[in-house]
């Protein structure tokens, strides 16, 4: 393998590994950019466009570092190594950095003990107002409130909206997104995520509602008198409002973009180790000495004075 005929050979061969590598990097790539999701929250198109511009770059030098490899220039080989291990490099940088993206602000206990009930009349624990004022969750709250109001006009596509919104909340076993009572009876705590004219809207309160509990009752009336209602979803979606769920989606809906995005992360790693073991070979081969080299003069006129003195 390490004799120059048979790292022609290895290089040839890994070519085409890494004509389809780099085309696998740039379809990774755009799929990342056109995920409207992750985007929205870990704003992930940026780093996307460059991941699927490195992948072209990689496919179309190629062809110069091969023939370099099959003509023995050394300039296209050492240029074929630089472009493999950039690439590489550039590729595995935006790959954490968008894994890093993904992150949890917060304990995951944290935010799951947030996405439960709130008692009626008493106040959100300071970590929980945190954790729900943050950027992210702001943004989550904003975007889910969209997912909502698009799906109810099917004329417009809602019905995928629907679907999305679903998927999350059979991933987290979850009903809406705000903890139960939090976006009717907690409003002033979310501030900047939308207006308090959308409330008696957008809160649940004709949607569904939670199964009544200790720290979620609401006590209606009807002919038959009072009787405990248990308290609104908030935003909630498809059939989650007759599960009996007690809580909002505001950490799972974390957990479903991570899901959309860390897989396609990984993929775009293991792809990279091509564009690494291309580079080392063609090191390899850039390293071996030409067959038309010449060893310098003086050497090989002490060899033959050398030669023709021995043989006398």
Not at 44 to 49: D, H, I, Q
Not at 161 to 179: D, K, R, W, Y
Not at 209 to 214: C, D, G, T, V
Request: a neutral charge; proline letters at 4%.
């Amino acid at each position: 393998m390490c004799t120059k005929p048979g790292l022609r050979r290895d290089i040839l061969a890994l070519s085409f590994i890494l004509a389809l590598t780099s085309f696998l990097i740039f379809v990774v790539g755009t799929s990342i950019a056109a995920d409207d999701y992750t985007n929205e929250i870990y704003n992930s198109r940026p780093a996307a466009a460059l991941i699927l511009i490195t992948g072209l770059v990689s496919m179309f030098a190629i062809p110069l570092p091969l023939w370099g490899s099959m003509n023995e220039n050394k300039f296209c080989l050492l240029l074929g190594v630089l472009t493999n291990l950039i690439c590489m490099t550039l590729v595995l940088v935006l790959c954490g950095g968008l894994r890093s993206s993904t992150d949890f602000e917060y304990s995951v206990d944290l935010q799951e003990n947030c996405s439960l009930t709130v008692e009626v009349g008493s106040d959100i624990t300071p970590n929980c107002a945190d954790y729900l004022q943050s950027e992210r969750q702001t943004r989550i709250r904003t975007m889910w409130h969209d997912w909502y109001v698009k799906s109810l006009n099917l004329a417009q596509g809602g019905k995928q909206f629907t679907v999305v919104m679903e998927a999350v909340q059979s991933l987290g076993q979850c009903c809406g997104i705000e903890p139960p009572n939090g976006c009717y009876f907690g409003a002033n705590i979310f501030n900047g995520t939308y207006g308090n004219e959308n409330l008696p809207d957008f809160c649940g309160q004709e949607a569904g509602w939670y199964p009544s509990s200790a720290k979620c009752t609401i006590q209606l009336e009807d002919n038959s008198g009072l009787y405990n209602a248990g308290c609104p979803y908030s935003l909630p979606a498809g059939t989650c409002k007759s599960l009996g769920y007690n809580k909002g989606c505001s950490y799972s809906i974390q957990v479903w973009l991570q899901s959309r995005l860390l897989p396609k992360v990984k993929t775009l790693t293991l792809l990279t180790l091509v564009n690494l073991l291309m580079g080392l070979l063609q090191c390899c081969l850039f390293g071996k000495r030409k067959e038309n080299d010449v060893l310098p003069t003086e050497f090989t006129n002490y060899k033959a004075k050398k030669y023709q003195k021995e043989n006398r």
